[in-house]
């Protein structure tokens, strides 16, 4: 069993850290990157710092994705997010924490973020900044190893990476647009349990989202919006294409999907909104390549409450 699951992870490992948007062709080069969800559009503090306190109220989200589900050892992912905007209106602060594990690494990453906003005619736009720190812990100890002395399985260890990011961020009741550089440090293994810092130009990733509402009704709305995911580094370039739709009715039940063209996977989506403070979201992901013959596909749970919302079926917020 112990063979079967180092030969997953070493086959997993190098495709999910592709997919999480900055891998590095230097294998000392360490990047947590930005791991992938369906459901972001609910909580765009998982793509930009800047979009901190633009729900109006306390908002506080949870996510839990399965992965390649039928693959031993997939990765899992969790999150806990909240973030409000402050008394003057302007200045918000944020809070996420993400936990994530796959095959014999488990990775945590807490980072705050601060957002200042300038209201316009149309809306608002917010500048965002975010700070904190990557904990990454490979363990091979439980591995029963042909040559205990394979390199591959003596250089990870315990890793602590602190990195900032940025992103500004727009958005009124018809349309959102943002950008953010996730990580502007890269890390490079100096020994075991040890990295070193370095910024590069060539490592960075530029997310962009951008979206709008199309109202037919007041019962039947469309929600088109696009998520982008560029690296600069020459190896990479487009690391994520995702186009989405959701259909909107009654403000009470979305449902839709997503087609994300560089894993070639259709999302399906549905979400119900419980009254104005309460979101439960559900979607699967169906892999449409030749992953399909390894993997049932990917889950993912949302819950997003609202503490104190100014949100009403008279006022509802899309954005």
């Known amino acids: 069993m112990n063979k079967i699951r180092v030969i997953l992870f070493i086959i997993i490992l190098p495709v999910y850290t592709n997919l999480k948007g900055q891998s590095v062709s230097d294998s000392r080069e360490i990047s947590l990157g930005f791991p992938i969800y369906s459901q972001y559009l609910q909580n765009g503090l998982l ?37 409000a905007p402050m008394k003057n209106d302007r200045v918000a602060l944020g809070l996420m924490g993400q936990f994530m594990q796959y095959g014999f690494t488990r990775s945590k990453s807490i980072y705050a973020s601060y957002a200042y906003n300038i209201k316009l005619a149309q809306g608002r736009l917010s500048f965002g900044l975010r700070g904190g720190v990557d904990l990454s812990n490979t363990d091979y100890t439980g591995i029963d190893l042909t040559d205990p002395s394979d390199p591959l399985f ?47 130009f060539s490592n ?29 580094d020459e190896t990479k370039k487009l690391t994520q294409l995702d186009l989405n739709g959701n259909f909107i009715l009654g403000d009470l039940i979305w449902v839709g999907g997503s087609w994300r063209s560089t894993e070639k996977v259709a999302v399906g989506i549905l979400q119900i909104q419980l009254g104005s403070p309460l979101m439960l979201g559900f979607s699967y992901d169906y892999p449409v390549s030749t992953m399909s013959s390894y993997s049932k596909g990917s889950i993912e749970f949302i819950l997003r409450y609202e503490f104190g919302s100014k949100i009403s079926a008279a006022n509802p917020r899309y954005f």
């Not at 009741?173 to 910024?199: C, D, E, M, V, W």
């Not at 509402?213 to 560029?230: A, G, H």
Request: aromatic share 18%; no cysteine.
């Open 204 to 232: 960075y990733s530029f997310i962009f989202t951008a979206g709008g509402l199309i109202t037919f009704s007041d019962f039947f709305k469309f929600k088109p919006s696009v998520l982008v995911n560029y690296s600069l």
């Open 47 to 83: 793509i930009n710092p800047a979009y901190s306190g633009s729900r109006g109220a306390l908002s506080g989200f949870l996510s839990y994705r399965m992965q390649w589900m039928g693959i031993e050892d997939a990765p899992l992912l969790q999150t806990v997010s909240l973030h």
């Open 154 to 200: 003596l250089e990870d260890g315990k890793y602590i990476l602190p990195n900032i990011g940025a992103g500004v961020y727009y958005y009124s009741n018809k349309l959102f647009a943002g950008i953010a550089i996730p990580q502007f440090l890269s890390y490079q293994r100096t020994g075991t349990n040890s990295a070193a810092a370095f910024h590069s």
